[in-house]
């Protein structure tokens, strides 16, 4: 018996192991270009802090010796400063290489990510789709991947050169002047507790950013596609009001994050400014006491070394606010990611088969009969049996949510070529027994068996390629009518599809189209009627010529007039096949073999159109019109 898991309880966020998990996502793959990187980033770093030594050299070693000569021989200084120029090219080249590199690493990770999010959204059950928005799904893909592109192509490399800048110019203040240098250590430890008080608040609200963020897009994205039911019932004013409200709570975190986050940078560079000052008058009392021990050159070159030291300082924190959001970002990202995905421990597999003297055979090309492939764990061999669409639930037991039955003790059976007919009002789990068919959900108790077979023994791609599923709001893709179609089996050939869509007679109005078959789609079928829309997705199942079709209320949107045009075409497509219909039109399950009433989840009368008339119960009254679905 199968138990519905309750959620675990949300642990809180790690910073460190998200960037630790995202350094290995973005650079697992580019370790090469990681290392052309890191070598750039040193030559640039090193040029940098040569180039800040040299007023020393400058001042001691030519200007000084000039002055006091009282000769003008500029030669030597030409010399060098020639030198000097070759190092700072050199210098300027590495910045180039490492900012060309890091762009590609940027695009190409955030094309693993993106890939990985796709692909994972493809494994993740229905049930995820039921219960998050589309628009805060889509947000992750939108807003959080672009955090991540900035963080990548400038900050990391901002940070990376920034902190090696920091290293190598620590080390040269120490060869100057460590006295001075212990100065500009008490500054840094000051401006760290600066940076970490204003980076946790930052941080905090960074995440509350990308989640608002993430319901503005969800709640665009509900108005967007319920437009015409805002129109309809005058709930623009509304709509607005509400839009505003959560607009407002973005607006109100993306304040305090950016106010924490844009601060850090002005008060890290005036407390470097401070810095300098102090240095300066320290220095000029260091040189005055060691009687010109300690250079005029010496102290300019300090001064210059302290503001390569504190500009990177400077260029961290602004890159802070980046950090924040991004990792904010990449919680969200693995959080999709990290969804477990839809579970399949299914085994027996859909294959083509051929009947050589009675006996099932498995075969690879397409000969129109198709078996189940059953290995017994039991280590009895394989089996074959063919796919017929026998279909029986035994005492089925069903939850949504735990301590919320939807489906209770329910028993059928549907033998190949029957049409079984559900009927009830709404919420009576009509549709929920469809669900359990295709395995979208799993359930809690009892047996549902395919052609003898425990559907949870089934592969749920194969158990879902022997079903055509047809329902009440379609979805057409961008694309052709001929690629909708196609949908159903990808290498249906145009003989196919053309059969297909007279069976379901949209033949006729594909061919009253501009381009025919070939009309572009676009915005989910927009520019064809309801009614035309149902039959191309009609059209699209019987493409697919499964055992067994799903109707759930698949002709509702249809006119009586259209409905009569596709009736006859619907009878070919369930002729020889098992079919389970739901529908709120009474007419239309007449001739089912047998008809099920549901209540709040379980049957309560069950039999032919004639027999439930003939009782006079719940059907009768439903027909006569006596009670109405709802």
């Known amino acids: 018996m199968a138990k519905i898991k309750k959620l675990p309880p949300q642990k809180a966020k790690d910073p460190k192991k998200t960037f630790k998990r995202l350094f290995k996502e973005v650079f697992g793959g580019n370790k090469l270009k990681l290392t052309f990187v890191i070598i750039s980033i040193i030559i640039s770093a090193l040029s940098t802090v ?56 940027a695009q190409d990770a955030l094309l693993r990510i993106r890939n990985k999010m796709f692909s994972k959204l493809e494994r993740l059950p229905i049930s995820y789709f039921d219960t998050h928005q589309h628009g805060q799904i889509m947000s992750r893909f939108t807003n ?14 901002s940070v ?15 060869l100057n002047s460590w006295v001075l240098t212990i100065l500009i250590v008490l500054t840094v430890i000051v401006m760290m507790k600066i940076t970490k008080t204003i980076g946790s608040k930052s941080s905090k609200n960074f995440a509350f950013q990308q989640k608002n963020l993430a319901k503005v897009n969800g709640y665009i994205e509900e108005m967007m596609s319920g437009s015409k039911v805002v129109k309809v019932f005058n709930y623009e004013d509304q709509s607005k009001k509400e839009f505003d409200k959560i607009n407002e709570e973005l607006c109100s975190t ?20 401070l810095q300098y000052v102090i240095l300066v008058f320290a220095g000029s009392l260091l040189s005055i006491i060691t009687g010109g021990a300690y250079s005029v050159g010496s102290l300019a070159a300090f001064l ?56 099932l055979t498995e075969c690879k090309e397409r000969t129109g009969l198709w078996a189940w492939k059953h290995p017994h764990t039991d280590g009895s061999g394989i089996t074959y049996t063919p796919l017929k669409g026998d279909i029986v639930m035994s005492e089925v037991d069903f939850a949504y949510v735990e301590g919320k039955t939807v489906l209770k003790d329910v028993s059928l059976y549907a033998h190949p070529g029957e049409k079984i007919a559900f009927v009830g009002a709404t919420g009576a789990g009509k549709t929920t027994i469809t669900n359990l068919l295709n395995r979208f959900y799993d359930i809690q108790d009892g047996k549902i068996r395919f052609d003898g077979i425990n559907i949870n023994k089934i592969k749920k791609s194969d158990l879902r390629r022997s079903l055509g599923v047809i329902l009440q709001d379609t979805h057409l893709f961008t694309g052709t009518i001929r690629d909708n179609i196609r949908f159903g089996k990808l290498d249906a050939t145009d003989e196919e599809i053309i059969k297909a869509a007279k069976l379901a007679n949209a033949h006729d109005f594909i061919m009253m189209m501009k381009d025919g078959y070939d009309t572009m789609l676009n915005n989910d079928g927009e520019g064809l009627s309801q009614g035309q829309r149902q039959l191309i997705a009609i059209a699209r199942a019987a493409v697919a010529d499964p055992p067994v079709l799903v109707m759930d209320e698949a002709t509702s949107s249809i006119d009586t007039h259209t409905e009569s045009l596709v009736q006859e075409g619907m009878d070919r497509l369930m002729e020889g096949r098992t079919v389970f219909v739901i529908a709120h039109r009474l007419s239309t399950v007449r001739n089912s073999n047998c008809i099920m009433v549901l209540d709040h989840g379980s049957i309560i009368e069950r039999g032919t159109h004639d027999s439930l008339l003939a009782e006079k119960g719940v059907y009768y009254h439903l027909y006569t019109g006596a009670f109405e679905l709802s």
């Open 304 to 359: 210059q070394l302290s503001k390569s030291f504190t500009n990177p300082l400077g260029q961290v924190a602004q890159q802070v606010n980046f950090f924040l959001q991004a990792l904010a970002g990449a919680e969200r990202i693995f959080e999709l990611l990290d969804e477990e995905d839809e579970k399949d421990n299914g085994y027996v597999t859909l294959v083509n088969a051929k009947n050589v003297d009675g006996v």
């Open 254 to 273: 993306m304040t305090k994050a950016n106010t924490y986050s844009f601060i850090m940078g002005p008060i890290i560079n005036n407390i470097g400014n």
């Open 160 to 174: 990376l050169s920034s902190g090696l800048t920091i290293i190598f110019v620590f080390i040269a203040l120490l």
């Open 50 to 105: 040569y180039i800040s030594t040299l007023l020393k050299t400058l001042i001691d070693d030519f200007i000084t010796p000039i002055i006091k000569s009282g000769t003008f021989d500029f030669s030597p200084l030409l010399r060098a400063m020639a030198g000097w120029a070759v190092i700072m090219v050199v210098g300027v080249v590495a910045s180039y290489i490492q900012g060309r590199i890091m762009v590609t690493i």
């Open 144 to 157: 959080d991947a672009d955090t991540l592109q900035q963080m990548i192509s400038q900050s990391i490399v």
